[in-house]
């Protein structure tokens, strides 16, 4: 017991002091993330690569200080003990957090992408929306219905991405029939105009077309193609004011705009039997 009493006390200085190391470390940490965080606030990184860098190093802060308690508390210790110890200890923690560790890889790197900003709508498998943060492990998507949708980095990372937003403008297409009966030049510029017309269509820079596309069932069917602004809303409501545009102009001009029917035609001629009660009168 007395040995046991005698080492525990020898030990105490050496415990005060990597309490204080770890006491200095903490305060370190937070001062040099402090700092690194107002000069990367000058640059033209985001927001959320300032965070990184500023989580990165305070983790080396860390590191560096629980190594330095620890040479301190065991005399035994040597910063090559402790590193190869790392190294053995890192595989297991590795395989048991395959996943985090592979999140938190894929966020790095989609922070560095210059692609998928803050504000962009984005799609990615079933998910849709407005990216309205982008952190360390996982990405908050806010659908257009209001629902957030918090999605782990890697699958943003290993599946495809597709960012609606990445240029200002996107091109819409709509499909128009019109009757067989009515001349498709004719058709072709009542519709051109229409859409033209139009405040939501962007015509200085990128053109209005118009193809004939296909011989349906009821009608000849138009390929209507126009440039507008890239969100989900200014895309629909420009559809919305193209389609009601060209119906307008439409009926103003006597085209007719079918509705499907059918024509039945028979070979051979039906005969026609009257009724009982026909026959006796």
Known sequence: MRGIARNSIEVLPSLAVALVVILLTWLVSKITASLLSRMLERTRLRKSLQELFALLTSIAVWVLGIMTAAVILFPGLTPASILAGLGIG???????????????????????????????????????????????????????DGQLVIVPNSILFKNPLTIKTHLDHRRVTVICGVAYDVDVDTARSVISQAVQGCDTVISDDKPVQIFAQEFASSSINFEVTWWTGSTPLAVRQSRDQVVAAVKRALDDAGIEIPFPYRTLTFKEPLAMTRAHGDRDA
């Open 90 to 144: 890192s595989v297991a923690i590795g395989f048991a957090f395959k996943d985090v560790f592979e999140n938190f890889l894929a966020g790095i790197i989609i922070l560095f992408r210059k692609e998928m900003r803050i504000g962009d709508f984005v799609e990615c498998e079933d998910i849709e929306g407005e990216v309205s943060r982008i952190a360390i492990r996982e990405s908050h998507i806010r659908q257009t």
